[in-house]
T-cell receptor
């Protein structure tokens, strides 16, 4: 069964800290992986997309890495700010017949304290 | 450039009723996917439409059905509503097989459905 797991489920850090969110997936035959941000009661905002042939992607203070062989991705947030507080979701396009849809983790709820 | 839009924003129904949710994809996108997100969970894939046909389907009963129109917009219909259908329903759009190969999905703001 293709599954995505995110650890930790919740994280609270003081403003200014660098932090890492973890995502693991059960099948290394992936098409791509997306990281999303979700504010309470809102839709999903795409942060980064990593193709299966790529090792990492960067956007501003965000850096996402992908290691297919170990079934892991990390989202690194530099110099965290209170505005970064949200739930971060990892989603995987697995290969084969499920290529058209994303399998999501349950998310990591991040709280950045001023 | 308008992103993915969904209507209505919120909806309250009673058990047994039927509901229709609507989605307009991002400009240039021709593929629409629907997801259900229960409270505290990640979104779960319901189905995907491309060229006005259901192309893939997740593990959802036949009470969930959909449609895609020639302008690529889409509807999600749910019949015989159950309390467990209460959730945030998200629509995502992307390029189909004719577009870029990376299949990045862009999500709308969602419709919050409450079943009483």
């Amino acid at each position: 069964k293709q599954e995505v797991t995110q650890i930790p489920a919740a994280l609270s850090v003081p403003e200014g800290e660098n932090l890492v969110l973890n995502c693991s997936f059960t099948d290394s035959a992936i098409y791509n992986l997306q990281w999303f941000r979700q504010d309470p009661g809102k839709g999903l905002t795409s942060l980064l997309l990593i193709q299966s042939s790529q090792r990492e992607q960067t956007s501003g203070r965000l850096n996402a890495s992908l290691d297919k062989s170990s079934g892991r991705s990390t989202l690194y947030i530099a110099a965290s700010q209170p505005g970064d507080s949200a739930t971060y979701l990892c989603a995987v396009h697995f290969g084969g017949g499920s290529q058209g849809n994303l399998i999501f983790g349950k998310g990591t709820k991040l709280s950045v304290k001023p | 450039d308008a992103g993915v839009t969904q209507s209505p924003t919120h909806l309250i129904k009673t058990r047994g009723q039927q509901v229709t949710l609507r989605c307009s994809p991002k400009s240039g996108h021709d593929t629409v996917s629907w997801y259900q997100q229960a409270l505290g969970q990640g979104p779960q894939f319901i189905f995907q439409y491309y060229e006005e046909e259901e192309r893939q389907r997740g593990n959802f009963p036949d009470r969930f059905s959909g449609h895609q129109f020639p302008n690529y917009s889409s509807e999600l219909n749910v019949n015989a509503l159950l309390l467990g259908d209460s959730a945030l329903y998200l629509c995502a759009s992307s390029w189909g097989p004719s577009g870029p190969p990376y299949n990045e999905q862009f999500f709308g703001p969602g419709t919050r459905l409450t079943v009483l």
